[in-house]
């Protein structure tokens, strides 16, 4: 390992640590009366683990910007909340139908189908709760960041790219459909933690489109590692259940391009990505985790 990567792992360490710490007071436990079991069901898969990537990509971002990022933790765990909703809902028998997510069984397994459905509509509203709670601080760019996660998470984000998603099982589809399903499904919640940092850091419209140019590569690319590692990789390195996608005949990028020209299209992608950090170097902005992210999507194994 070589010290820029020494640096980048310290780094992804540190803001993981930090949301990590921060998850379960921003989730506070009702009495049972209350629904206490339901929340239990939430916090066992918003706890279980996992990369935290995207929260992770907002605090460095936010940091980048010149933001207190201990302030934008509120912001960091709300999407973190809406990412791991559509895990639950993801994994479900009227959906994925998997019983495996971050090495644990799936919410749906231990707690059972509705009280899963349940959960995820909690972590949901819990999410924006918080952002309400906790936007105040920021005047009107708080409510920017807002709009800027329920566009991500809704009809024209992610929920829009599970559609397409679902509409397309059993099918052949051509690359700008699969294209279409991922930079909703995968990358809306990808492009949301830079977005909203550049909201609350009032950044310029500049600096604001080539983050976004960013992390729309990013969120490609971070699909394309998937779909690579899906058949390249193990079940106890994922964390979920491999193969799965082969199996349920589902277009991905390792079959529509095969995994020599999977890897060629990630490449592609992430030299998007770097064009978008050079020109965000020019602007006087530290953006060594952005860099290092990069590498990191690269050379995953899980």
Known sequence: MNKTEADFDRQLAKWQQIIQQYLPESYPVPSAEAGGRVVEAALYSLLAGGKR?????MLATAEMLGIDPLAVRPFAAALEMIHTYSLIHDDLPCMDNDDLRRGNP???????EALAVLAGDALLTRAFELVHEHGEQFGSSGWQAARILSRAAGSNGMI???????????HEINAVELEAIHTRKTGALLKAPVLVAAALADSNEQRTRLLEQYADAVGLAFQIRDDILDVTSTTQQMGKTIGKDARDQKTTYATLYGLEGAQERLEGVLAKARQSIAALQTDGLDTSFLEGLIDYLVTRRS
């Not at 990537?53 to 990509?57: A, Q």
């Not at 799936?106 to 059972?112: I, N």
């Open 106 to 112: 799936t919410c749906h397994v231990v707690y059972g």
């Open 160 to 170: 829009a790219g599970q559609t397409l998603d679902i509409a397309a099982e059993g």
């Open 53 to 57: 990537i995207r929260p992770v990509l």
